[in-house]
């Protein structure tokens, strides 16, 4: 499709009586991020003027500081002048950076208003265009020379810009000034409105100006947009008459206090030719409006720079917050390091409330006061509220100093009032700040609301102080000037509401609305892909028509409850490191930063992506500022980049000469080696945006890339091409598409009550009621602000699940008018169900569905328009010079233009670079790029020259194909997970996808669940000895049987071989194995803690063909299901529906796998796919290998280890290591033999143990197939506990004596103390249901760090129950948490301490039957090299008639009500003895760790499959 050049319609249009959905973003995590995209929009202006404060409104200044409204500034905020510690970047040494404000230097005839529009170039699939680069605006006289200063786009710390715009640029030989940049309208033009635009295709015929959409009209005043990131501050100014002028500046610099407050200086002193003094409050009387984004409250939170703080928590959970949902974030981190909590002190108050329930049988229950709850259930008050006492540790914490509070009280989302009373309680004595967790973020799930008020009460006062900062810098501090900023949901907010808690993604929100406003087009529907390249990472986030929100995520570790735009942050970035890692290119997580920042930067830097683009020609030295070296005035240096490569390079022929089987091979020049790191970067950013497409149902290709950020434009064709993609746009804007975002944004007010009822008729009419109260208040909300009511639209949202799911899905009526058995604000069940359709491919139709919450979004229309179409120039584009270009085929003469002087009818044949301001842009050869008339870019993508590829090994294409191949096992998992229908399937993510050769080896493995390393392998390569020439097309096999390669019975493996034609054997196989939650047995959930056999623990599959010849056995499954029943005391499957489901959904995902390794057969052909598979196997081969041979020459080649169950069972193992070939015997001969219990482990258990030490001892990311185990060989003595006999019962092997084993590899090999070596496994139940948890412990200490406490170590990771979920459901629960918290003294003492287990105690409501699975209740996790071990763990029942039982390690018991059962779980050892510096070795600096955080729904989908 030609790319349009006529006016452009917003993107999201109001219906007639109908709001503007606008969902939540991710947070940013960055820990220093990139200039950040920040962008508050602002109200479109009608009388009285929208933002503007009322004139009997109370001043900002003097608004109540913690009111129940939302958080203003604080009385006592810094007195005016006071600038603000903010935590963005230190500044450069530069002291005065010059704008970038260019005027063209040929500017355009006066007069052409009317674009010529291009011809379409071949193959154009053009985004939407937005807002014109005006080409006739009046040349404005350039600044006066200011000092050099560092360069707008240089990297700063943790943010290296891989194309520093020049801040004055000139021709290489032109001695030319600085120019000021105008991208103006005359004064006078019009503007088209966005939201009224209508396209017009490129060879259409231009409509009559009156037919033209109204434009907006020129501004009275000064309207600024300013994003201010962390390194630097973009401006957006539009002038009076409509002039348009753009400045980038440093946000730290010592020239100017404020980098806003100079970039409205500049502009206002440059457009009234007046001299304004800095050292001045400036004249506010010409400003009509000032919108920004912040990474204020950003880096406070990344850098831990916020206001000192208290939680105050109910009684019994003082560390619940440090606990969160005991996950660890990585799990093959053996130094389990996760950001502290933001608190300093913790105050618990004597107060609970309960969940009320009708069957709760505890003795006082009939005394206790009953309350109605805002969700309308109702709750009892355990334990009064008691201030008393309160009063007096709160003075005690002001006599500290700190003035900050976050108050979490449980269920307070229902019923705040004991919230409010502790907050007024604390206003009162002198708290300046109050966070009420009710009030921040008033949904259920204790633990996410509690660090959304600390995040609020920690960021807020920071955020209060830049405000007051801010508006010092003006005459009477900005009072009649509307100032708005940018929320993470993409909405604008007056400044005196601007909040932590709502602010963590204020920067980058502004370009996703700059993106979607100015490139999706409502006509044709094509969704869009934002793609954000900057110097440490790369943002990706998506739009087809609405913003795709996120409603819990997580920042710095710190998980935000609140609407948060999904965006996502990958470690692929222009200051991305690259590496060459046991035969593999790698880019990134790390990066260089800004100091040394890349090697071209002649500070002596490391390689990095913008050091490839410098290599191969896509970078010009003359069009960058000479800004770089010792004394930051040297130009960038190629040589110094090309030296560093060609070292590079010499490693990597080297590695390649000695491989035996590689043969000759020629030497790589710089050139390759460049290309090559290149193309692995292009490829790591394809995989988030395949899972933002295709993992969801979406196909990628159907998208534009539009493009922006400094470096995004040299990759943006490749990337492209890779996806399938046609278009990529590239607004003329893009250098400050967040600040422009602001501009185009609404303003939008939230209001949101929590629900418990069920989506019924008999709940209407509350439903009806609390939306019409919530839309009120947003209306009123926003006629204060100014808004007439035509302006204002509001959109109510219920937030649904399924009863006895999980899964929430915020869903809109839009699209779904009211029925006679709906709410009167649409038909809310059949949005669910069609979105739940949607998003995961089927409904529960005679499942009930419950409303978790009520929102109503509400949105005053502000966006401007100032876009002006730019006139054609008549003659061809003027080429500036000719470079030589590094490509695919090698080096092409490559015309460079500047983007400034292209018009509306030109079109630029590749290979061509465009260079802007701020960025570069490479058109790839196969592309053609032309200018809309709008004065943006499109590219025209062409599918580009097939490249043939030989079996032979390329290192580029094995690190290309093992992100392939892992790609195909991620989105395997994402069709499971999305047609799953089982709450540990789906909402959990207990699976694995996998891919394996044709031998049954494992090629790849995703997610990382480590009780499933390696042992699907054993799985495969046992139906091929079994099955043999039986495994046909059309078969799919089930197994889950110890012998066969299982773990423990419910975890089935779904097996399906992947044929090719003309091969009559399988040439790859695919697998998923899911945790389904009851297959049969003896106790429900099929993990029974005393069985002897395993036919007790549920149904058995060997090699059970459960599709055969292409059908589906349903009736053959459900039989084998319902055997176990014919056993006494066991029952057969209890759940056969959702057990058939997720049968159905593994046999889907194997589809998806099947279709994706044929695909790529197709395109490189089946011997090349196979060849790469071997590469890849080999190259973790050979970095397991160099790791055996350090720890040979460290330790010895013999090394030994023994640890015992506590039934005195050993566990012993010998290592035989063999330096020369980096090879290892593990010889587990002496281990005990098979128990009559149940903690035998298979042997897949042991191989999947071993795979997961050897990759957390090796310390760096390789992928985890066969080539793991390659130089391993593993002894196991048949009849022992870890290779039992066939009928063994394995169900505690696999949860428990998997962690012993664990221990005693480490321990062999000195690495680590014990952690606490138990996954605590704990069941409960009723006749009405049962629930499953395991339960954190200590980690052990090592050489350099100290064990964490209160998480999940090694082989299990999974997610604790939120303590409101676990009380507030009683069809499964019918327990109150009683007490959460550490155990303290439990860890190990040492040089390094131990971590510390945990203390849980239930209280039953109901009688029920509690069983209990634990380990290390006799042994004690062992310390490491003078280390004292760590507590062992407790199992007590304290009986309501005062007795106290010691259950034992494994126990089933029955329970009565008020009886509690006390869990305290051991403790991890410490490592060396306590005042030992250790040796140096060991005392070396840890690993370099990522200096950026990953964000956004993929990466939170990944974390939360890791934590199972």
């Known amino acids: 499709m030609p790319c349009a050049a006529g006016p452009r319609p917003h993107p999201n249009p109001p219906e007639p009586g109908r709001t503007h959905p606008n969902p939540p973003e991710p947070t940013r995590t960055s820990p220093n991020p990139p200039e950040a995209h920040q962008n508050p929009p602002e109200p479109r202006r009608t009388p009285p003027e929208p933002g503007r404060t009322p004139p009997n409104a109370p001043e900002p200044s003097r608004l109540p500081p913690n009111s129940a409204e939302p958080l203003r500034a604080h009385p006592n905020a810094p007195e005016p002048g006071r600038t603000h510690p903010n935590p963005a970047d230190p500044p450069r040494t530069h002291p005065n950076p010059p704008e970038l404000t260019r005027t063209r230097p040929n500017p355009p005839e006066p007069g052409r208003t009317h674009p010529n529009l291009p011809e379409p170039p071949p193959n154009p699939a053009e985004p939407p265009r937005a807002h014109p680069n005006p080409a006739d605006s009046p040349r404005t006289q350039p600044n006066p020379p200011e000092p050099p200063r560092a360069h707008p786009n240089s990297p700063e710390p943790g943010r290296t810009h891989p194309n520093p715009p020049e801040l004055t640029r000139t021709r290489p030989n032109s001695p030319e000034p600085t120019r000021t940049q105008p991208n103006a309208a005359e004064p006078g033009r019009t503007q088209p409105n ?57 946000s730290e610099d010592a020239a100017y206090r404020d980098a806003p407050t100079e970039g409205i200086r500049r502009v206002l002193q440059e457009e009234s030719g007046v001299p304004v003094p800095r050292d001045q409050p400036l004249d506010a009387s010409g400003i009509e409006w000032i919108r920004m984004g912040t990474t204020v409250a950003t880096n406070a939170l990344l850098e831990r720079r916020g206001e000192r703080l208290a939680l105050l928590v109910t009684r019994g959970f003082r560390d619940l917050l440090h606990i969160g949902t005991q996950a660890r974030p990585r799990i093959f981190d053996l130094e389990v390091a996760m950001p502290e909590v933001l608190y300093e002190e913790v105050i618990e108050v ?40 309160l009063r007096r540790e709160l003075e005690k914490v002001l006599a500290r100093g700190i003035r900050s509070l976050a108050v979490l009280l449980l269920h307070s989302y229902a019923w705040p009032g004991h919230e409010e009373q502790v907050g007024e309680l604390a206003r009162e004595l002198g708290f300046r700040h109050v966070s009420l967790s009710s009030a921040v973020a008033g949904m259920v799930r204790a633990v996410p609301r509690g660090y959304t008020a600390c995040a609020d009460a920690y960021l807020t006062p920071c955020i209060h102080r830049y405000l007051e900062s801010f508006r010092a810098g003006f005459t009477h501090q900005l009072r009649e000037v509307p100032v708005l900023f940018m929320r993470s949901d993409g909405g604008l907010t007056p400044m005196q509401h601007f909040s932590g808690a709502r602010a963590i993604l204020s920067g980058p929100a502004g370009g996703v609305v700059g993106y979607a406003v100015t490139t999706y087009r409502r006509e044709d529907g094509q969704p869009v892909i934002g793609f954000d390249m900057g110097g440490t990472s790369t943002d990706v986030s998506r739009y087809a028509g609405e913003y795709e929100h996120v409603f819990e995520a997580s920042t710095a570790g710190v998980s935000i409850q609140a609407p948060q735009l999904d965006i996502n942050t990958v470690a692929a970035g222009g200051g991305s490191r690259l590496f060459f890692r046991s035969g593999l290119f790698v880019v990134g997580p790390e990066s260089a930063g800004a100091h040394p920042g890349p090697a071209c930067y002649r500070k002596g830097g490391p390689l990095t992506v913008t050091d490839a683009n410098l ?48 043969g000759a091979r020629r030497p790589l020049s710089v050139e390759e080696v460049a290309m090559g790191f290149v193309r692995v970067a292009n490829e790591a950013m394809c995989r988030p945006i395949r899972a933002l497409t295709q993992a969801r149902g979406h196909d990628a290709a159907r998208h534009v890339l539009a493009c922006f950020g400094g470096a995004g434009g040299q990759h943006a064709c490749a990337i492209a091409r890779a996806l399938g993609m046609s278009r990529v746009f590239i607004h003329k804007y893009s250098g400050v598409l967040s600040a422009y975002g602001l501009a185009l944004a609404d303003v939008v007010h939230e209001a949101q009550a929590p629900c418990a009822l069920r989506y019924e008729p ?16 947003c209306r009123d909300a926003l006629r204060a602000q100014g808004f007439a009511g035509e302006q204002i639209r509001t959109e109510p949202f219920l937030h649904l699940r399924y009863e006895g799911t999980d899964c929430a899905l915020m869903c809109s009526a839009k699209g779904h008018p009211p029925t006679p058995g709906s709410c009167r604000a649409g038909d809310f069940h059949a949005a669910f169900t069609s979105r739940y359709l949607l998003e995961f491919g089927f409904t529960i139709p005679d499942r009930a569905v419950v409303v978790d919450d009520v929102r109503v979004r509400g949105t005053g229309s502000s966006g401007i328009s100032c876009e002006t179409p730019v006139a054609p120039s008549g003659k061809p584009a003027r080429v500036e010079t000719v470079t030589r270009c590094y490509f695919e085929d090698g080096y092409l003469e490559t015309p460079v233009f500047l983007l400034e002087e292209l018009a509306c009818d030109h079109a630029i044949p590749a290979p061509a670079i465009i260079i802007d301001k701020n960025s570069t842009i490479v058109v790839e050869p196969g592309c053609t790029a032309s200018l809309t008339g709008f004065g943006d870019v499109c590219i025209a993508v062409g599918s580009g020259p097939p490249r043939p590829l030989g079996p032979q090994l390329d290192p580029v294409q094995l690190s290309i194909f093992s992100h392939r191949f892992m790609s195909i096992a991620e989105q395997m998992g994402r069709i499971l997970q999305r047609t799953a229908i089982s709450t540990n399937i789906k909402e959990r993510l207990d699976f694995s996808c996998a891919l394996f050769g044709p031998d049954g080896g494992l090629v790849s493995n995703a997610p990382h669940i480590p009780v499933h390393l390696g042992a699907m392998q054993e799985t495969v390569q046992f139906q091929i000895r079994n099955l043999g020439e039986e495994l046909r097309e059309g078969d799919v096999i089930l197994s889950n049987h110890p012998c066969a390669g299982g773990s423990h019975l419910p975890d089935l493996t779904v097996i399906t071989p992947v044929f090719w034609p003309g091969v009559p054997r399988p040439v790859f196989f695919v697998a998923s194995r899911g945790h389904h939650a009851d297959i049969g047995g003896s106790t429900p959930g099929s993990m029974p803690p005393h069985s ?127 330096p020369r070939e980096g090879s290892a015997v593990f010889d587990f001969s002496g281990s005990g033999p098979e128990v009559l219990g149940n903690c035998n482990a298979p042997r897949a258990v042991t191989l999947a143990a071993l795979i997961y030490c050897l990759r957390c001892m090796l310390g760096q990311d390789i992928p985890l197939n066969q080539g793991c185990l390659a130089p391993v060989r593993v002894l196991i003595p048949p009849g022992s506990i870890l290779d039992p006999s066939p009928e063994a019962a394995v169900v505690g092997g696999n949860v428990l004596t998997s962690q012993r084993v664990v221990d005693v590899i480490f321990r062999a090999f000195g690495v680590c103390a014990a952690s606490q070596g138990c996954m605590n496994n704990v069941t409960f139940g009723t006749a009405r249901g049962g629930y499953y948890e395991t339960v954190a412990g200590g980690a052990g200490a090592g050489p350099r760090w100290h064990g964490r406490s209160g998480v999940h170590t090694h082989m299990t990771n999974t997610r604790i129950t939120d303590p409101e979920i676990l009380e507030q459901r009683p069809p499964r629960y019918p327990v109150v948490l009683r007490r959460f918290e550490l155990r303290r003294g439990s860890g190990g003492a040492g040089r390094c301490g131990g971590g510390d287990g945990v203390v849980r105690e239930l209280l039953f409501r109901e009688a029920a039957v509690l069983s209990v699975l634990s380990e290390r209740r006799a042994v004690r996790p062992y310390g490491m090299q003078g280390g004292s071990p760590g507590a062992p763990g407790l199992n007590l029942l304290l009986r309501r008639d005062g007795r106290t039982v010691n259950l034992g390690a494994k126990t089933s018991v029955p329970v009565e009500p008020g009886d509690v059962f006390c869990l305290q779980t051991p403790g991890g050892g410490g490592f060396g003895t306590p005042g030992d510096g250790g040796d140096a070795e060991e005392a070396a600096e840890p690993p370099a760790q990522p200096s950026f955080a990953e964000r956004g729904s993929v990466f939170e989908y990944r974390r939360a499959q890791e934590a199972v």
Request: with cysteine.
């Open 194 to 250: 966005p939201a009224e635009r209508s396209r017009t295709q490129p060879n259409a015929p231009e409509p009559p100006a009156a037919a033209m959409a109204a434009p907006s009209p020129p501004p009275r005043g000064f309207q600024f947009a300013i994003d201010r990131g962390g390194t630097f501050t973009d401006v957006f100014a539009r002038c009076p008459g409509g002039r348009v002028r753009l400045l980038k500046l440093l």
């Open 350 to 389: 004597d107060e609970r409330l309960i969940p009320y329930r009708p069957g709760c049988c505890l003795p006082e229950k009939e005394t206790l006061p009953l309350l109605e709850s805002s969700t309308g259930a109702a709750l009892l008050v355990q334990r009064p509220l008691e201030l008393a006492a």
């Open 615 to 662: 290599c191969l020609g896509r970078l010009l030295p003359d069009y960058f500022p000479r800004i770089f070296g010792p004394g930051e005035d040297q130009p960038l240096c190629r040589e110094a980049a090309a030296r560093a490569f060609r070292d590079l390079a010499a490693r990597i022929d080297a590695f390649n000469d000695a491989d035996a089987d590689a």
């Open 762 to 777: 008999a709940a209407f009419p509350w439903l009806d009621g609390r939306i019409a109260a919530l839309e009120r208040e």
């Open 1092 to 1218: 002897k056999a395993l036919r007790e623990e549920g149904a058995v599959f060997v090699s059970f063909k459960l599709v055969k010849d292409g059908v589906f056995q349903e009736e053959a499954v459900r039989e084998a299901l319902m055997a176990p029943g014919r056993i006494p005391g066991c029952s057969g499957s209890r759940n056969i529906p959702d057990n058939l489901s997720d049968l159905r959904a593994q046999v889907a995902a194997n589809q998806k796998g099947i279709q994706l390794v044929t695909e790529l057969i197709r395109l490189h052909g089946l011997p090349v796919v196979q060849a790469y598979m071997a590469h890849i196997q080999a190259s973790a081969e050979a970095a397991v290998r160099e790791m055996l041979k350090a720890f040979a020459a460290r330790w010895g080649a013999a090394l030994e280890a023994e640890d015992r169950m506590d039934d005195g069972s050993p566990i012993r193992l010998r290592v035989q290591l063999d």
